[in-house]
């Protein structure tokens, strides 16, 4: 399934005895509703995310997120990983496609066998000169603001800024909410930097039919 699949299913995935959720990435809001969902229903599921693109034909790695939530995705047989000097991931799938893959897809290589998702280059955020990966500052902010019970999508982005380069902005989905930007300036996050210096809300993200937010039309 897709993740808005599983959006939509979740009365009904209790009776899946494996499941494979994949064309977008996992959020940590999701991830809590299946945990809710499976553990009132004391069902026995094991969902894992999967890690692929169109020129592997199908997933090259998976991910349990329950009933345990692991931290790296795990290559399936056949599979050899590395990465560049962008510390982009590479893939060599001879079975499935004869040339090496290089993708733009930022990892953290912990051995030949296993590798976290950090994020996509082409998304980085330069901001007056340290180098920000949006995607990993969303799974902690999302999970931390999980704890309020504040369950709005949000993304990190970037405006054009005469000092700093790029300017960190933080954007929610939902009405303007004092009560969030509270929570989110309340929160200690790892670098000085990775704190937004802005914080917007729009009503709806622009996204493909699969859910995955359009980030290049966000500017506009």
Request: charged share 30%; with cysteine; glycine share 4%.
């Amino acid at each position: 399934m897709t993740p808005l699949q599983v959006e939509n299913s979740l009365d009904k995935i209790h009776f899946i005895k494996n499941l494979i959720i994949g064309g977008a990435q996992v959020s940590e809001n999701l991830k809590q509703k299946i945990a809710n969902t499976l553990k009132d229903k004391n069902a026995d599921c094991h969902i894992f995310e999967t890690y692929g693109m169109s020129e592997t034909l199908s997933h090259i790695a998976l991910k349990e997120i329950y009933p345990n939530e692991n931290e790296y995705f795990s290559i399936l047989n056949d599979i050899e990983i590395s990465t560049d000097d962008r510390n982009c991931l590479k893939i060599e799938a001879p079975k499935l496609n004869s040339e090496i893959l290089q993708t733009n897809d930022i990892v953290d290589l912990i051995d030949d066998k296993h590798f976290q998702f950090l994020g996509r280059v082409d998304f980085v955020i330069n901001s007056g000169g340290a180098k920000i990966s949006p995607e990993k500052l969303e799974l902690f902010l999302k999970s931390e603001l999980l704890k309020f019970g504040i369950e709005n999508e949000l993304i990190f982005a970037s405006k054009n800024d005469e000092i700093l380069g790029q300017k960190l902005v933080l954007v929610i989905e939902g009405n303007f909410n004092e009560n969030i930007i509270q929570k989110v300036n309340s929160i200690a996050f790892e670098k000085k930097f990775h704190k937004p210096k802005e914080i917007q809300f729009i009503q709806k993200f622009p996204r493909t039919e699969n859910g995955k937010i359009l980030r290049k039309y966000l500017p506009k």
